[in-house]
């Protein structure tokens, strides 16, 4: 097991910690020097906060660990693709590495859609690693909203 693919299983222990809770499974983890100072799950449902995202929490977290808005020497796990809001807060708090699982067509803003991570004109971008663990985080995913599919059907 590679580095990238210990501290993404990490970040999926968080995404089902989200399940648990029927939060959509996303899960994030923040490390320096190797080590986690910090780690999230969607708590946007729970919290009823639209900035309540694995990565947006993880971020915030980091930054009270390490004393500084600026996570200059991190690198992200998350199990997702950032969307726009997300991805505008690895730029802003500076975070130089961002490795995610899944995809996300309909709204990343990593590769999919657009890619605000790298976006030339930004004064910071980072380095992305995309597809680690793929397929347990899109598995992740899938079954979440099928049975969220399944438990719509079955109250009608």
Not at 57 to 82: D, F, H, N, Q
């Amino acid at each position: 097991m590679t580095t990238d693919e210990y501290f993404m299983t990490l970040a999926i222990q968080e995404a089902q910690k989200a399940e648990r809770m029927g939060e959509v499974p996303i899960g994030a983890i923040i490390t320096k020097n190797g080590e986690v100072i910090a780690r999230a799950h969607n708590l946007r449902e729970t919290l009823q906060q639209p900035t309540a995202h694995a990565e947006h929490l993880a971020i915030e977290r980091a930054a009270k660990v390490i004393g500084s808005w600026r996570l200059e020497a991190c690198t992200l796990y998350v199990t997702l693709e950032p969307c726009v809001m997300c991805a505008g807060a690895i730029v802003m708090s500076r975070i130089p590495r961002v490795v995610y699982g899944a995809d996300d067509p309909k709204g990343g803003c990593s590769g999919s859609l657009m890619n605000l991570l790298q976006y030339n004109d930004f004064n910071h971008r980072a380095i992305v690693e995309k597809g680690i663990l793929q397929d347990n985080c899109s598995q992740l995913l899938t079954n979440f909203f099928k049975q969220l599919r399944h438990n719509k059907k079955s109250t009608k």
